[in-house]
Nanobody, 126 residues
Framework: QVLLVESGGESVQVGGSLRLSCTAS????????MAWFGQPPGREREGVAG???????TYAKSVEGRFTISRDNAKNILFLQMSSLKPEDSAMYYC????????????????????WGQGTQVTVSS
């Protein structure tokens, strides 16, 4: 059993910054790949950023240079530092984890992740 709990989502103005956190508990190890997904209202859930156990990362092109994914393996916490936020970044953000390795040649895909959190809402307004 793996439990993922996201936090840090809130309303912010265009150009602002946020840091999302995801605390993992249960049968999860530092070898797991983890990722953030975003789901805007009425749209599909899409991969935003992913990170392997060795720290290798991958990002969606829309967030490259603005978002940074990181993890604290000792505390089982995943982070997403978001900066230069745009209205199109508004979405419910979900944390995901999987015991398999992460493909680094593309943004994370839903089908590659077994465990999911409940989400945290980010709203960017002008």
């Amino acid at each position: 059993q793996v439990l993922l709990v996201e936090s840090g989502g809130e309303s912010v103005q265009v150009g602002g910054s946020l840091r999302l956190s995801c605390t993992a508990s249960g049968v999860i190890g530092s070898s797991y790949s983890m990722a953030w997904f975003g789901q805007p209202p009425g749209r599909e859930r899409e991969g935003v950023a992913g990170i392997q156990s060795d720290g290798a990362t991958t990002y969606a092109k829309s967030v490259e240079g603005r978002f940074t994914i990181s993890r604290d393996n000792a505390k089982n916490i995943l982070f997403l530092q978001m900066s230069s936020l745009k209205p199109e970044d508004s979405a419910m953000y979900y944390c995901a984890a999987d015991p398999r390795g992460l493909r680094l040649d593309r943004a994370p895909a839903q089908k590659d992740f077994l465990h999911w959190g409940q989400g945290t809402q980010v709203t960017v307004s002008s």
